[in-house]
């Protein structure tokens, strides 16, 4: 610890025992005289570094040496807006301060052989330093170790001007100490990791993130929570007061959000993202006369403009298309993560209802100061709400049944829901579900169930397919007649993708703090859980499990038929010499509320 503590006093920098040439490629300013000398791109040529890559480069230094970056990287990054107009200097000088930045920018524009080119800078500069390179898997994370090695064992000129590098016995394929280094320390100078795997006890002066969330681990909203959270309580804990975690990579097209916006999502937390896109449309030239599309658009629009040119970038987008694009190329992730359920009103505390003074009514969600959403610490499940606005004859009970085909694995799930919902203010309260792979024979039996348990005014079954035949079982329609309920039959058709009709109409109770799901107990957390997590993934049209909120939708649709029915339609008593178009003006009118108010 002495000597780790000592070598970051002094910053462990070897500047002054290199030769006059060494000392002045190692410049800040001569890193793309540094990279075209010392390393070769594919086919034997001069590696190129333009102006993004240099900017990236900066942003690197920034990090590691924790000094404030030339104006116009700030300016090109959008360093300002990114970190949330934070005062830079101050953050960068902050001892205390530990920086996290992801940067992300658009595929195959040399993040990651720029970065194994900044590690061998870092390390010329500083050979004790201690570098962790986190990829998506421990293979790929390899290959990178793997090429930094290779250039250190063998590139000659490199060799000549900051090395030898090797170091027998300290040299493998997940980690190596470069034979340069002063210090004693236990961690090698670099080190590939894979996400998710097992890193304590390693420390760590910068930390490298390449690529590390893909697509598959992007679609399933689990495996990114559990990226997140492996990303905070594991890596980012291998860190000192000073050491920097720097991510680079690309969003993913996922309908529920890939681990970056996740993270960007949280405002909680002091993790910063800068995104450079492809292809800036608002600097395209204006289309002239005579003017080719592709003529608009060059260096002052397009982020490598000599090696990524417009017609490069327009073959992606036929074949990725629009929106898919936009997302990877242009780090748009709003493009794919279109959400009817938005998690911060999901996963957000229950407004409770505040009775007016004169009415005694529910006032509306726009009286409140709280944020909306649906979490409720003051009820439990398999209890019906005993009154609202006043009485508890204003409340009306209904079922929703979305049925499945089977017990197989690969048959949907059936669901129930159980909602209860107030006449006058039309607050949603969640009183129970059920969600399992059941034999259809046994489905009437279930609705019984739980119509006789909360007294339901009406049950709404799906009848696609096979359905129909549930509906109008016997034993369903004793239980009707037994526990006084309406059967309703519903036809589902592609209305239920509908915004303005279909299930995404369910998120206005929620935005407008007028649903409540039980959420006192552990065990009422714990049962929430499966139905919380299908409203934050439902995505129209996708294979993404939804059978819950199907179910929901459905007793919904019972509730707003009930409430409709209380309020009767009737002629307007008017001047019988009153124009005919006036005559026949109707007012519907909610005796419930008016009995209320009197």
Partial sequence: IKNDLAANAADGSRTGEYSPEAERLLEPDNFPEYRSTLFRAPRNLRYETPKHQLAWFYLVRTLALKEVPPQWVIDYLGLTEALNDVDLTEWVKDPEQMLTIFLLAPPRHGKSDLAAHVIIWLICRNPDIRILWCGGKLDISKLTVKFVKLELESNEKLIEYYGPFENEGSWSENQFVVATRVTRMRTPTLTAIGKGVTILSLDADFIFMDDAFDLKASLSPTQVFNDVLWVKSQLMTRREPWTPLLGIGSHQPSPTGDAYQAMDDDHDNDIFFVKQ??????????????????????????????????????????????????????????????????????????????????????????????????????????????????????????????????????????????????????????????????????????????????????????????????????????????????????????????????????????????????????????????????????????????????????????????????????????????????????????????????
């Avoid at 969600?435 to 009848?463: C, F, N, W």
């Avoid at 509906?471 to 059967?487: G, V």
């Avoid at 010499?577 to 005559?583: C, E, F, R, V």
């Fill in 277 to 598: 896109k492809a292809h800036d449309y608002e600097k395209c030239l204006p289309l002239e006369d005579e003017m080719e599309e592709k003529d608009r658009h060059g260096e002052h629009c397009l982020l490598w403009a000599s090696m990524r040119s417009f017609v490069y970038l327009d073959q992606f987008r036929r074949s990725l298309g629009d929106i898919t694009y936009e997302v990877c190329y242009n780090q748009d992730a709003s493009q794919s993560t279109l959400q009817y359920f938005r998690p911060e009103v999901v996963r957000h505390e229950y407004p409770q209802p505040v009775p007016s003074p004169d009415t005694g009514l529910y006032l509306p969600f726009s009286h409140y100061e709280e944020r909306s959403g649906i979490l409720d610490y003051q009820r439990n499940f398999g209890y019906r709400v005993a009154y609202c606005c006043g009485s508890a004859n204003n409340l009306y009970t209904a079922i929703g049944f979305d049925p499945a085909a089977g017990e197989t694995r690969t048959a949907s799930e059936a669901a129930l829901i159980v909602l209860q919902a107030c006449k006058i203010c039309e607050r949603r309260y969640l009183i129970d579900y059920w969600h399992k792979r059941q034999s259809p024979e046994m489905h009437p039996d279930t609705i019984g169930l739980y119509a006789s348990t909360y007294k339901v005014d009406r049950a709404r079954i799906e009848i696609n397919a096979y359905q129909k035949a549930l509906a109008r079982d016997p034993r369903l329609k004793k239980a009707s007649l037994d526990y006084k309920f309406i059967i309703d039959e519903w036809f589902t058709t592609d209305t239920k993708w509908d915004p303005g009709m279909g299930i995404p109409l369910l998120s206005r109770h929620m935005e407008q703090g007028r649903f409540s799901v039980p959420y006192n107990l552990p065990q009422d957390r714990q049962k929430a859980e499966a139905l919380l997590t299908q409203l934050v993934r439902y995505s129209p049209r996708s294979s993404i499990p939804s059978d819950i909120v199907m179910a929901l939708w459905l007793a919904d649709l019972s509730i707003i038929g009930l409430i409709d029915e209380g309020r009767i339609v009737t002629q307007k008593q008017l001047d019988p010499n009153a124009p005919p178009h006036i005559q026949d003006q109707q007012v519907t009118i909610n005796l419930d509320a008016l009995r209320n108010w009197e």
